[in-house]
């Protein structure tokens, strides 16, 4: 009997040490990507960039580590599947390895950002994914690949390609010292035009009698019946990771809710009340304060009892030159902290090369 009671103290305290170390301070935090940027290529890049990043006091770096159809670490699950362990562009360089250890020194923690999801593809890179395994692709209904916004996705319902996901992050949890992992607008996601591949019309005729799904896209029923598999997949994930390290921190970086339920199957807001994040970073990605305004309310608003879990991802460059004015994040900023909110998460660290006058300056202080 003391025995049990022994391990149910250490289960209690283990929960206690895993929820403060989530929790212990408010997130500033930048997107770290090797599109539109050369500073994950190099060492002396990655350098520059925590140097950046501590000038501007942010308290997360979020690195890449999934995109068109490889990884920037050196990954086992890749050799197995594909026999190529790392992005062949790195020529042999560990990208996530380097930031740990830089950003480390630092103080700063890194999120592991699994940029690409479930999407294989942007265009032709990334292709590979589903020439190998073509049963892994997202059909629409007239048979056709998934392609939207020139990404084409992976059948995120197939149980092929969410272990292969899950295998990629538990594999970086499990090897690597990041501080979290992070899915976005592509993890868990599904396009709404998907779900007529064979799979997933088998498992939706399983437990409808027989019937077929609609064959409107945008059936509400049809909606919510894509969204919960990918809600229950998010909940199996969140569990998987904290049986690896208890105090890793799980975010998710959705787009702004209904919008990402209706188009790309999250339902962010059943995540949070099922506890299976500990992070929400939507993406409230407007060019001004006003919109801006209206879309952090409407987060805040759906994510209700939750707010303390939600902080704003800012769009604040782009890779086409796009350079967000100093006056407006600062606004946008200063609207943040008076709906009581400590922290955001910029897109992406570019932003601090070619505004660090408002980085370096002004960010500091506006605590």
Same mark, same amino acid.
């Given at each position: 009997?003391?025995?049990? &009671?022994?391990?149910?103290?250490?289960?209690?305290?283990?929960?206690?040490? +895993?929820?403060?170390?989530?929790?212990?301070?408010?997130? @500033?935090?930048? !997107?770290?990507?090797?599109? *539109?940027?050369?500073?994950?290529?190099?060492?002396? /890049?990655?350098?520059?960039?925590? =140097?950046?990043? @501590?000038?501007?006091?942010?308290?997360?770096?979020?690195?890449?580590?999934?995109? @068109?159809?490889?990884?920037?670490?050196?990954?086992?699950?890749?050799?197995?599947?594909?026999?190529?362990?790392?992005?062949?562009?790195?020529?042999?360089?560990?990208?996530?390895?380097?930031?740990?250890?830089? +950003?480390?020194?630092?103080?700063?923690?890194? $999120?592991? !950002?699994?940029?690409? /999801?479930?999407?294989?593809?942007?265009?032709?890179?990334?292709?590979?994914?589903?020439?190998?395994?073509?049963?892994?692709? #997202?059909?629409?209904?007239?048979?056709?690949?998934?392609?939207?916004?020139?990404?084409? !996705?992976?059948?995120?319902?197939?149980?092929?390609?969410?272990?292969?996901?899950?295998?990629?992050?538990?594999?970086?949890?499990?090897?690597?010292?990041?501080?979290? $992992?992070? *899915?976005?607008?592509?993890?868990?996601?599904?396009?709404?035009?998907?779900? &007529?591949?064979? &799979?997933?019309?088998?498992?939706?005729?399983?437990?409808? #009698?027989?019937?077929?799904?609609? #064959?409107?896209?945008?059936?509400?029923? !049809?909606?919510?019946?894509?969204?919960?598999?990918?809600?229950?997949?998010?909940? =199996?994930?969140?569990?998987?990771?904290?049986?690896?390290?208890?105090?890793?921190?799980?975010?998710?970086?959705?787009?702004?809710?209904?919008?990402?339920?209706?188009?790309?199957?999250?339902?962010?807001?059943?995540?949070?009340?099922?506890?299976?994040?500990?992070?929400?970073?939507?993406?409230? &990605?407007?060019?001004?304060?006003?919109?801006?305004?209206?879309?952090?309310?409407?987060?805040?608003?759906?994510?209700?009892?939750?707010?303390? @879990?939600?902080? %704003?991802?800012?769009?604040?460059?782009?890779?086409?030159?796009?350079?967000?004015?100093?006056?407006?994040?600062?606004?946008?900023?200063?609207?943040?902290?008076?709906? *009581?909110?400590? *922290?955001?998460?910029?897109?992406?660290?570019?932003?601090?090369?070619?505004? %660090?006058?408002?980085?370096?300056?002004?960010?500091?202080?506006?605590?």
């Amino acid at each position: 009997m003391k025995r049990i &009671y022994l391990k149910l103290w250490i289960c209690l305290l283990l929960t206690i040490v +895993a929820y403060f170390s989530v929790h212990a301070q408010p997130i @500033k935090a930048a !997107w770290l990507t090797n599109s *539109g940027s050369k500073l994950m290529y190099s060492r002396d /890049g990655i350098r520059q960039a925590v =140097q950046l990043a @501590k000038r501007a006091g942010l308290t997360h770096l979020c690195p890449v580590v999934w995109n @068109k159809g490889y990884t920037q670490y050196k990954s086992a699950v890749m050799q197995q599947y594909f026999g190529i362990a790392l992005d062949p562009s790195l020529h042999g360089f560990d990208p996530l390895q380097a930031l740990i250890t830089e +950003a480390h020194k630092e103080g700063i923690q890194v $999120i592991a !950002w699994f940029e690409f /999801g479930f999407a294989a593809a942007y265009l032709d890179s990334g292709m590979h994914v589903l020439r190998q395994y073509p049963h892994w692709a #997202a059909r629409t209904v007239d048979g056709g690949l998934v392609t939207v916004n020139q990404f084409t !996705w992976m059948n995120s319902f197939h149980p092929e390609v969410q272990d292969f996901l899950t295998a990629i992050v538990t594999e970086v949890v499990s090897t690597y010292d990041v501080d979290g $992992i992070q *899915g976005d607008d592509r993890m868990p996601a599904a396009p709404a035009l998907g779900g &007529y591949d064979t &799979y997933t019309i088998s498992r939706y005729r399983e437990v409808h #009698a027989g019937a077929y799904p609609p #064959a409107y896209h945008e059936d509400s029923a !049809w909606l919510q019946w894509r969204a919960n598999l990918l809600t229950e997949w998010c909940r =199996q994930l969140y569990a998987k990771v904290k049986s690896i390290k208890p105090a890793i921190m799980v975010a998710h970086a959705p787009s702004i809710f209904p919008w990402s339920k209706e188009h790309y199957l999250q339902d962010w807001p059943a995540w949070l009340r099922q506890g299976s994040t500990d992070i929400i970073m939507p993406q409230v &990605y407007r060019y001004n304060l006003a919109a801006y305004k209206t879309a952090l309310n409407d987060a805040l608003r759906y994510a209700h009892h939750y707010e303390s @879990k939600l902080y %704003p991802g800012i769009l604040a460059a782009l890779g086409n030159g796009f350079t967000m004015p100093a006056n407006t994040l600062q606004q946008m900023i200063e609207y943040n902290r008076q709906k *009581g909110i400590k *922290g955001e998460a910029f897109f992406y660290m570019e932003a601090l090369q070619r505004n %660090p006058a408002f980085f370096m300056d002004v960010y500091p202080a506006l605590q």
